[in-house]
């Protein structure tokens, strides 16, 4: 899951917490909400631990370049 499906999850689970006022029987819509804002911010955690490895792991190393011109004296 990338940035954008982990914010969406956090938004959805903030609306359900904060912003919804709906009773549904046997389903609690503050604990759902919470449960996907916690889902979408272990996401975003996860997203950005793995790509802070790969960014400094797949750095490659400082390359050198050398130019070679040869002069055939005409």
Request: overall charge neutral; some cysteine; glycine content about 14%.
């Amino acid at each position: 899951m990338g940035i954008g499906g982990c914010i969406i999850l956090f938004a959805i689970g903030a609306i359900l917490t904060f912003a919804v006022d709906w009773h549904l029987s046997g389903v609690d819509l503050d604990t759902v909400g919470i449960v996907l804002m916690a889902a979408g911010l272990l996401g975003l955690v996860v997203y950005a631990r793995a790509l802070r490895r790969r960014t400094v792991a797949g750095r490659p190393a400082e390359q050198v370049v050398e130019e070679r011109r040869y002069y055939d004296g005409l």
